[in-house]
């Protein structure tokens, strides 16, 4: 069919008209969700739902408590969006405990349990909310959705309401999540900034748990906190979570545990909820699993640690901006400055008018100027203006001009206050208001001042009760493979040269993680780190394989190999610490007939001998040698080795097990994690072998504990932590809170189980380890009294203390005193200051 030509430009146009209009109208719905919806405004840091929930609680306002249903109803007049998304806005706020008081079931964020139906419920402003919210007289108005009412643009809060409450929000092609901050904090930091003083501020979360501010970047696009749940051992079987993360839920808490456990991550015998009015879940171990490692398990597994990703955006001029939570608090500090100012400003208007009126009334009446109202005038306006007139000699004291409504008001009271009047109290008005003035005045004068008062005001009257309740604090870096478990069994074939987990009627490797990496060494001198996987081909004539450990420099490899294109045998010792996954690496000097003859792996750096026996037809007049690998220097894998013999080798046996050519290995303690380490972080505790470590605790017990670096300590209750010398006597000061006295003993330890306490102080009640130190000739200061009467005591401990049982009492040393301290005269590691009592 034929189109015209017009018909053509018509349709052409109508199309352009369309794509104009998909332009547009998404451009329009973007700006409207942005705005409108999803990202607060700077102001007062409220969404506009959030505003206008506020807004008619407001209006209803009447001191009682009001249905959750009839403030959503209220709330509709505002809010064109429907009863559901003001209903779950009103829940919000209500659940952060800080603008609304509740009545009744309004759920819990710790468990997920949602609030009970709208008619159920009942909600009514805050005192706080009433104090720091509101002001008719400094609001700006707009008109509602259908022009019906008027409704803030944004509220006066006087306080940074955005960075205590947080928000989230999912906008077109942008979002927000400003993480909630705790209430005493920000009302400090506000007060630090408005006198000019640094200032720090980091999240706190209404469900507690620890938190890593590591990398926190003031809030900004692309920091990063890490979350957790504080874990706590009841016993070497039993694991407690007395809280959750900030967003997870308890329920979603033990579903990641049990998925975690069914994925073979970590090995839990029962996960059992019993939160009640406190979190509370308790998780049974399976037999043999060491609870620290199924802690730090936990963190890197489960939603115990959860890692959240501050975007602070905020709507400035009609406008999305991204901000620090530095500048929103700062920003925050100025515009309730700002607020204040207004506020005296426009009280300062209302009693200078009391100041006007309550002068004219006074004049009008001592100076009898009422009598103009008994004679008689031609009209009503020649009555006001000989009122006028009687006030000329007067005039030059007031503060403004007389107007015609002062005079009309003066005139509309009653004739009997004529007669009651008492002069003196209007002279005490007048002199009360002239107070207020100058108090309203000094005041703006001062402003910097009146803002910090308010502040410090608000912070007494409602910061009882708001302390953190999440524990700041750096974490340890987890990673997921030196906490797996052994979830999986990996197999090879020798002959065929393949290794997986597949191959069950194969020889075992070990069993290990689904994490971990896989080592293996062939015949011909090659060497490949793979994945554990089903089934993996490496090459033929496999020597050995093992799970890989990187960055471990004590596993060492022995190795004697031939080369090919020379036929000269040589031996090397070799670590091997990191590697590109998947690649093949040749440990000979090359060549297609290059051989193994005899390889070993040794987690300690044992060097063994053996024996080698020399071809039968090669003219060597020796055919067999022994030959010791502790000669050997350990070195890289591309080494090639030292030269064993340059005729050929029939084989090569295994004589006699060697010792360890490593030195021990020198151990840090990291106080800030309560970690060991190798890394040379913390306090160095010495080299060891087959040594044990000594830990001491304030609650009076001692520990005797490995090596094991997965281990974990609580570093606030260590008073010493060292390499264990049986033979040294440990003395102590502990309180016998009961005698009411300081007591001392020196005692060796008897016992030689690991990772077991023994308490050493007299049990009872309020009784403390205050000071110990394994110093062989210890000293104590001994300070007593306080100012001119102070006096200090140098007493050596060996002198009148003989070494006792570890189960013993001890000596008396002092009465307990308020102002005794004391301290080792040579200080022990991790003993501070001395002891206040």
Request: charged fraction near 30%; hydrophobic fraction near 35%; include cysteine.
């Amino acid at each position: 069919m034929a189109i015209s030509t017009n018909a053509g430009q018509e349709l052409t146009k109508n199309e352009s008209g369309v794509n104009g209009q998909y332009k547009t109208w998404f451009l329009d719905y973007a700006s409207y969700v942005i705005l409108e919806r999803a990202v607060p405004a700077l102001e007062d840091g409220l969404k506009p739902v959030q505003r206008r929930i506020l807004h008619s609680m407001k209006e209803m306002d009447d001191g009682r408590f009001n249905k959750v249903a009839n403030i959503i109803g209220q709330s509709m007049q505002y809010h064109p969006h429907g009863d559901a998304s003001i209903g779950d806005a009103l829940v919000n706020m209500g659940q952060k405990e800080l603008m609304i008081e509740t009545q009744g079931n309004w759920g819990d964020v710790r468990t997920g349990d949602e609030a009970a139906a709208p008619r159920y419920i009942e909600a009514r402003l805050s005192k706080f909310a009433l104090e720091v919210a509101f002001n008719a007289k400094t609001t700006e108005w707009q008109l509602s959705y259908d022009g019906r009412k008027n409704e803030p643009v944004t509220l006066p809060v006087k306080f940074p309401l955005l960075l205590a409450q947080g928000a989230d929000g999912i906008a077109v092609g942008l979002s927000t999540k400003i993480l909630p901050h705790n209430f005493c904090e920000l009302i400090d930091a506000s007060i630090k900034f408005l006198r000019g003083k640094k200032f720090e501020i980091f999240p706190d979360f209404q469900t507690g748990g620890m938190i890593d501010v590591t990398n926190y970047n003031d809030g900004k696009r692309g920091g990063k906190v890490r979350v957790r749940a504080a874990i706590e051992e009841v016993d070497k079987k039993t694991l407690v979570i007395r809280n959750v993360p900030f967003s997870v839920t308890v329920s979603s808490l033990c579903d990641s545990i049990v998925k975690a456990n069914d994925a073979g991550k970590i090995k839990v015998k029962k996960v059992t909820d019993t939160t009640a009015a406190n979190v509370e879940i308790m998780v049974e171990l399976a037999q043999g699993i060491s609870p620290d490692i199924t802690i730090d398990a936990l963190y890197a597994f489960t939603d115990c640690e959860v890692n959240i990703s501050p975007n602070a955006c905020v709507i400035v001029d009609q406008k999305p901006l991204f901000m620090t939570v530095r500048e929103l608090l700062t920003l925050s500090a100025d515009r309730t400055k700002e607020l204040l100012r207004r506020e005296l400003e426009i009280k300062l208007g209302e009693l200078n008018e009391k100041w006007h009126y309550t002068s004219l009334e006074k004049i009008f009446f001592e100076e009898k100027i009422y009598k103009e109202l008994e004679k008689k005038h031609e009209t009503w306006e020649k009555v006001l203006e000989a009122i006028d007139k009687a006030f000329n000699p007067f005039k030059k004291n007031l503060k403004r001009n007389i107007t015609r409504e002062d005079i009309v008001k003066l005139t509309e009271k009653p004739v009997r206050r004529i007669y009651k009047l008492d002069i003196d109290e209007l002279n005490e008005q007048i002199k009360s208001i002239e107070n207020d003035i100058r108090q309203v005045q000094f005041d703006l004068a001062h402003l910097t001042d009146y803002a910090v008062a308010y502040y410090e005001n608000l912070l007494k009257k409602f910061g009882k009760g708001r302390e953190r309740k999440t524990e700041i604090k750096p974490f340890d870096t987890i990673t997921a493979k030196s906490v797996a478990i052994a979830n999986t069994k990996v197999y090879m074939n020798r002959f065929e040269g393949f290794i997986g987990m597949s191959l069950k009627k194969d020889e075992l490797i070990a069993e290990c993680s689904d994490l971990d990496d896989i080592i293996v060494f062939t015949r011909a001198g090659k060497m490949k780190v793979v994945k554990v996987a089903d089934k993996v081909f490496i090459g033929k004539d496999i020597i050995h394989a093992e799970v890989f450990q990187r960055s471990d420099d004590r596993t060492t490899y022995n190795m004697m190999y031939v080369d090919g294109p020379s036929g000269v045998s040589y031996a090397k010792r070799f670590n091997v610490t990191g590697i590109l996954r998947d690649r093949e690496y040749d440990l000979s000097k090359g060549g297609d007939k290059s051989k193994v003859h005899y390889f070993t792996s040794n987690h300690n750096g044992e060097a063994e001998v053996v024996k080698v026996v020399l071809s039968a037809n090669c003219t060597a007049k020796k055919k067999e040698l022994d030959f010791y690998f502790e000669e050997l220097d350990i070195k890289g894998r591309g080494s090639n080795g030292n030269q064993v013999t340059k005729y050929p080798i029939k084989s090569v046996k295994f004589k006699e097990a060697g010792r360890s050519t490593l030195a021990g290995r020198k151990l840090w303690f990291d106080s800030k994690f309560g970690r060991l380490n190798t890394d040379e972080k913390g306090e160095y505790l010495g080299t060891f072998e087959e040594d044990k470590i000594l830990v001491i605790t304030d609650d009076g017990s001692y520990e005797l504990t490995d090596t094991e670096l997965t281990q974990r300590f609580e570093p606030e209750r260590i008073l010493l932590i060292e390499k264990f010398d049986p033979a040294k006597p440990i003395t102590a000061v502990y309180l016998d809170n009961e005698k009411q006295q300081f007591n001392v003993k020196r005692f060796k330890i008897e016992t030689s189980t690991l990772k077991s306490k023994f308490l050493f102080i007299k049990e009872g009640k309020g009784n403390r380890l205050e000071a110990v130190t394994t110093d062989e000739k210890p000293v104590l200061l001994l300070y007593t009294g306080k100012g001119a009467s102070s006096q200090t005591q140098k007493i050596q401990i060996g002198g009148f203390v003989e070494v006792m049982g570890w189960k013993a009492i001890g000596n008396k040393l002092v009465d307990f005193s308020k102002t005794v301290e004391m301290e080792w005269e040579v200080k022990t590691k991790y003993q501070g200051q001395p002891t206040l009592f």
